[in-house]
């Protein structure tokens, strides 16, 4: 994979909802339910360990979701764990085809003009309405005097080519821009 860390934050417990040890959740899933598809959580803050949870049952409420985690029996249980991050493993993420990359994958890639011009290295992608943008942080060198450049991750058309192994992305981009 890349140099991502191990685990990552899919949402985050929220309030105890009653007092049979159900909690509220925060989802950061695409889909509300989504993260409800990866088992076991392990939660804790981002620094620290982290304990491992098994979902008991879940349900929508309202317009958010709330659970019952085995373990967590009573409203004190479950203040116990408000606020605590809801992370997976790596490892429990769908593998994807080939040419379709995750974009904890991408950060930290060194991107490349087709002509051999380093642009810096992705700091972060974000969505856009038309498409995703990577947030190139420039070389401190920089020939251009860039600090940060946007450019759109559009494949084939921008992104010629990403090179898992050399952890680099070659682009169609100019890098006066």
């Known amino acids: 994979m890349s140099h991502a860390s191990d685990t990552l934050v899919i949402g985050k417990i929220g309030a105890p909802y009653g007092v049979k040890g159900w909690v509220k959740i925060t989802s950061y899933t695409h889909e509300l339910e989504g993260v409800f598809a990866y088992s076991p959580w392990l939660l804790g803050q981002e620094q620290g360990d982290k304990k491992q949870y098994i979902v008991d049952q879940w349900r929508t409420h309202n317009k958010g979701l709330v659970a019952k985690l085995v373990g967590v029996e009573n409203r004190d249980d479950a203040e116990s764990i408000k606020n605590l991050e809801i992370s997976i493993k790596a490892e429990q993420l769908p ?9 904890r994958e991408l950060v930290g890639m060194q991107v490349v003009t087709e002509q051999g011009y380093s642009l810096g290295v992705v ?20 020939a251009f ?17 990403v090179d898992r192994q050399a952890k680099t992305i070659k682009v169609d981009w ?4």
């Open 123 to 142: 700091k972060e992608l974000f969505e856009t309405g038309a498409n995703d943008v990577m947030l190139i942080k420039a070389n401190l060198n920089d």
């Open 95 to 103: 593998h994807l085809a080939d040419n379709d990359f995750y974009w």
């Open 174 to 177: 100019d890098p006066a821009f």
């Open 145 to 161: 005097g860039q600090k940060e450049r946007m450019v759109p991750y559009l494949l084939d058309q921008v992104i010629k080519h």
